[in-house]
């Protein structure tokens, strides 16, 4: 640590004496990183404090694991609710609790927090994919692609890595950014989930052949803020994300100008990530999150100002929104296909129906959007339909046919 602070210092010193480049020509501190998937477990904390001078934060980090029973072993500052995050782990034969207790009480700290997991939520088939079909709604969105392809939405994806080189996908990823991989790590390889949410958002089927996804014109921002376990971590296969990785995803996302930001992701109640959920609620971001399985919504989608979506057949959906997430078909590591079940596939048909409504110029306020996307006349109170809400921009006389069989919502 005291070499850091050091190295720090001297640095400041030159840049000072230097006297020639402006501020925001400098180069910012070497912030310690560290990869996500190594403090992800209960032994971490996240911790903010006030935003200051690379010198002050490198001896106030210094005097916590002085005064308290924590090493650092990450730290990033988050622009967007103006603060610093450190990453501490707590020495061993500590409580938890018994820490996190301590450090609410010292005044320099100002919000403290176990490390969280989250998940991602999809379920891969287990069945032979030449048996199965692609869902009937297919075409109701060539209709629907006649008059909205979500041109011009930007949308944030923070997830696992997609396979951007996939032919469907070629193109549609206009910015990447790993947030959990330690820096120089090299570019993580393409993973399941990001790549089946991405190809239910904006996969472009290639002449005439392949998929297409609910908004093919649509931006991607490919945000990795999660990652597979290894086999046989007892994760299922499900991708896992953290508090400091998906803090560090969001805070880098209210930046780069997103109309929508789709979670697939789902966890316990995260105070930072509230905070920052809260800033792109007020700048007017889509938020779009997957419910999760279990009987209460899990965070985000609990989360104010956040469209909380489930599989249309889940009995517990509450106030969920509905859409499609029952074997639906979608883009696969290495060029392949897939096909996928769960919230976080609904999540993703609900974001790409929302590009669609951006395009459309319709009103992003979330009570108006969520009247939007339900659409008008024949809509259900909570199944989303790409058809129906982008008829709710038309006028009567041009709006589409829309298939509403039960076979295609489902």
């Known amino acids: 640590m005291m070499r850091r602070f050091l190295m720090l210092v001297a640095g400041l010193l030159v840049s000072a004496c230097a006297g020639v480049a402006a501020p925001d020509k400098q180069a910012a501190p070497d912030w310690q990183l560290v990869s996500a998937k190594e403090i992800a477990d209960a032994r971490h904390i996240v911790m903010t404090v006030s935003r200051q001078d690379p010198a002050a934060l490198a001896a106030l980090a210094e005097r916590f694991e002085r005064d308290h029973p924590l090493v650092l072993v990450a730290e990033w500052p988050l622009a967007s609710i103006d603060v610093h995050c450190f990453v501490f782990r ?9 820490a996190l207790a301590a450090l609410r009480r010292d005044a320099r700290v100002r919000t403290v927090q176990r490390m969280n997991q989250f998940v991602v939520s999809t379920t891969p088939p287990d069945t032979d994919l030449t048996t199965l079909q692609p869902d009937p709604d297919l075409r109701n969105l060539r209709r629907v692609h006649a008059v909205a392809t979500g041109k011009g ?5 923070v997830d696992t890595q997609p396979d951007a080189a996939h032919p469907e ?3 549609k990823v206009v910015l990447a950014r790993d947030f959990v991989a330690a820096r120089n790590a090299g570019r993580p390889g393409p993973e399941a989930h990001g790549t089946a949410v991405s190809g239910v958002i904006a996969a472009e089927a290639r002449d005439g052949l392949g998929i297409v996804g609910v908004a093919p014109d649509a931006s991607l921002l490919a945000l990795r803020a999660c990652w597979e376990p290894a086999t046989g971590s007892g994760a299922g296969g499900k991708g896992v994300c953290s508090s400091f990785s998906l803090a560090r995803a969001l805070n880098f996302a209210l930046g780069q100008d997103v109309h929508i930001l789709n979670l697939s992701i789902s966890g316990p109640e995260d ?3 509230a905070e920052l959920i809260e800033v792109a609620r007020r700048k007017g971001i889509v938020m779009v999150a997957a419910r999760g ?5 899990g965070f985000p989608a609990s989360a104010p100002g956040v469209l909380a979506v489930t599989t249309r057949g889940d009995p517990a959906g509450g106030a969920a929104l509905r859409a499609p997430g029952l074997d639906v078909i979608s883009t696969a590591p290495a060029g392949a296909y897939d096909f996928f079940s769960g919230s976080s596939i609904a999540a993703a048909y609900v974001s790409g129906v929302a590009a669609l409504l951006v395009e459309r110029g319709s009103n992003l306020q979330t009570v108006a959007l969520r009247e939007a996307l339900l659409g008008g006349e024949g809509a259900s109170a909570d199944t989303v339909s790409a058809c129906l809400a982008v008829n709710s921009t038309l006028p009567a006389a ?4 829309c298939d509403l069989e039960g076979a295609v919502l489902q």
Do not use: H, Y
């Open 398 to 401: 041009e709006r589409l046919r």
């Open 90 to 98: 707590i020495e061993e034969g500590i409580e938890t609790e018994a």
């Open 153 to 157: 939405a930007r949308i944030g994806v």
């Open 293 to 297: 399985g279990a009987a209460e919504p």
């Open 271 to 273: 105070p930072l990530l």
């Open 169 to 171: 996908l070629s193109g």
